[in-house]
């Protein structure tokens, strides 16, 4: 007899999404790997948002929640009782004592013999990457950040910047690589996220642009405002350009400085 009403691999087609990497085991130089891209993690209850928003279940968002819990307990409770819980034919989950043991009734020591829990794939597992289909989106994005903005004039960090000045700004993977279009800028700027949201590009060619320092000058039409460092580029780190260009935001906003005053009141010199 089944063990549920529905089969869980009567699904419809599926993608998932990977990155690639190149490859530095012995003998696959110059290849590439491929390993899922995974946004995030899904806990039991973004699971079960997921089966009232698009999986079918009509009843209480909250009682599924709360009986999905007391279900995943029991679970637990059975497998930590010495049970196999097989989890709709696709795993079971077991306890495993490792080790060897000095005669056949010596308890097991806690060290040598340490408890864990096993995952043995059953039958399902291989049906259950059936029809799924692999998207590739490239060489996988690098990690990046923006660092510092150093003010070239006033020598302030993360504080002021001078129009018409230069200025440093360091990162990790900020070269700006790619070329714009009309929905897709390429390079340095000041953003103000509104309202209403603005960036001001810098026009001026880069001064410095390398992997960790990018110099630029700062454009005089800067407003006074606080603005936050903006990056865009599809530089990967690599060799090869990111499919889809990458956004950096800096954590800290900076001001223009004020124009320098000049004292008219002061007599000729001596």
């Not at 006033?154 to 900020?174: E, Q, W």
Request: charge should be negative.
């Amino acid at each position: 007899m089944a063990e549920s009403v529905a089969d869980p691999f009567e699904l419809k087609e599926h993608n998932t999404d990977v990155f690639t990497y190149e490859s530095h085991l012995k003998g696959s130089e110059g290849l590439f790997i491929a390993r899922t891209k995974n946004d995030k993690t899904l806990t039991l209850k973004d699971v079960c948002v997921s089966a009232k928003e698009r999986g079918g279940f009509t009843g209480s968002l909250e009682d599924l929640i709360e009986h999905s819990d007391i279900i995943m307990r029991e679970v637990v409770s059975r497998v930590r009782d010495g049970y196999g819980v097989n989890m709709a034919g696709i795993i079971e989950l077991h306890l495993n004592v490792g080790g060897t043991l000095k005669d056949p009734y010596d308890k097991p020591d806690p060290v040598e013999n340490k408890l864990s829990l096993r995952v043995r794939r059953l039958h399902g597992a291989a049906r259950l990457v059936q029809g799924i289909h692999v998207v590739n989106w490239g060489l996988a994005p690098a990690s990046a950040r923006i660092d510092e903005l150093i003010d070239s004039a006033t020598g302030a960090v993360n504080d002021v910047v001078t129009r018409g000045k230069p200025a440093t700004i360091t990162g990790k993977n900020i070269r700006i690589e790619g070329t714009s279009k009309p929905d897709d800028e390429i390079g340095v700027g000041f953003y103000t996220p509104g309202p209403p949201e603005t960036t001001v590009w810098m026009m001026e060619p880069l001064v410095v642009n390398e992997k960790s320092r990018i110099v630029i000058v700062v454009p005089h039409s800067i407003p006074g405002e606080a603005w936050y460092v903006k990056i865009r580029t599809r530089y990967s780190g690599g060799g090869a350009f990111l499919k889809e260009t990458r956004e950096i935001i800096s954590g800290f906003t900076v001001q223009a400085a004020p124009p320098a005053r000049t004292d008219d009141s002061s007599g000729p010199s001596r």
